[in-house]
């Protein structure tokens, strides 16, 4: 609507007699009444504003649980140090420490399509709340196959110092030897070809050549998984937080696809370059996916 506003001037006697003159009660209800409707008239003819669609979060917060059992057998601290046991080749040892590193957790859609959920979580047996890592990212509700994580850091995330939470843990990785952080530190007993017990310290990290002129080259050493839902997949709701079980089956270590003898390799395995490779092998059937749940199962 056009507006058209009339200004009067003060150019003769008449007009300012008017403006003296003094307004009667009657008057004043009469000219406020004409004022408001001028008003709502005027307001009436203001653009509307579009109305801003209102958004719906999907997206819903998932915790990971990282479980460690050995053949069947939960393990948790109380049996570090106390309870044996065998490996696949037969030889007998004990527990006394299980760290490990895992980055870059992606979930998978049954469309093709991932999550990113980026991040890193050190899990200490020793310290049962590092079992439970919640990402900073949500993901949103829909159909899913599975989960694919990195055991230890890639080649862009292992660098020297990067991280203050895992210098405190004096996880770093030796620079002579590649530098960087650890992935593993798995320790204990076992008793050897002689009936005598040792130690051993299965250390995994960047993988590091000797060289005939006595210099060292360095290899990325980490590994990635796909771990697939043993149901066919899961369906995440919005609003339902969901939990995901990780399970690291530590015998797996010593068995598959090779068998591992403790008696050659129990200890300097960070600069033995045959056995981290070794190990990075054997690591590739660690991990699975347990169970899947929400509020609702």
């Known amino acids: 609507m056009k507006k058209t506003l009339y200004f009067m001037k003060k150019t003769d006697n008449s007009i300012n007699n008017t403006l003296n003159l003094t307004i009667k009660p009657k008057t004043m209800k009469k000219t406020l009444i004409a004022l408001s409707a001028l008003t709502l008239i005027f307001s009436s003819c203001k653009e509307e504003e579009p109305l801003t669609p209102k958004t719906t979060d999907t997206s819903t917060d998932v915790n990971f649980v990282f479980k460690q059992y050995y053949d069947g057998y939960e393990v ?47 899990i200490d047996v020793s310290q049962p709340l590092s079992r439970f890592y919640t990402p900073a990212v949500q993901i949103p509700e829909g159909s899913y196959s599975g989960v694919s994580v990195t055991f230890g850091f890639d080649g862009n995330d292992n660098k020297d110092g990067a991280y203050t939470d895992l210098n405190a843990a004096s996880w770093s990785w030796p620079m002579m030897i590649g530098g960087g952080y650890h992935f593993m530190k798995f320790e204990g007993m076992f008793l050897d070809n002689t009936s005598t017990m040792k130690g051993f310290a299965y250390h995994n990290g960047t993988a590091s050549k000797m060289n005939p002129n006595g210099t060292r080259t360095a290899e990325e050493n980490h590994f990635r998984v796909r771990l697939w839902d043993a149901n066919g997949g899961f369906q995440v709701k919005s609003g339902e937080r969901m939990t995901i079980d990780i399970n690291m089956n530590i015998a797996e270590w010593f068995k598959n696809p090779i068998l591992w003898d403790l008696d050659q390799y129990h200890m300097m395995l960070m600069p033995n370059y045959t056995a981290q490779k070794m190990i990075n092998q054997n690591g590739r059937s660690v991990l699975s996916l347990g169970n899947v749940t929400s509020p609702t199962n």
């Open 76 to 122: 948790t601290a109380a049996d570090f140090g106390a309870k044996q046991f065998l490996n696949a080749k037969g030889t007998s040892h004990t527990i006394s420490k299980l760290q490990y590193l895992i980055s870059d957790i992606t979930l998978h859609k049954t469309d093709g399509s991932e999550v990113n959920l980026g991040g890193y979580n050190l």
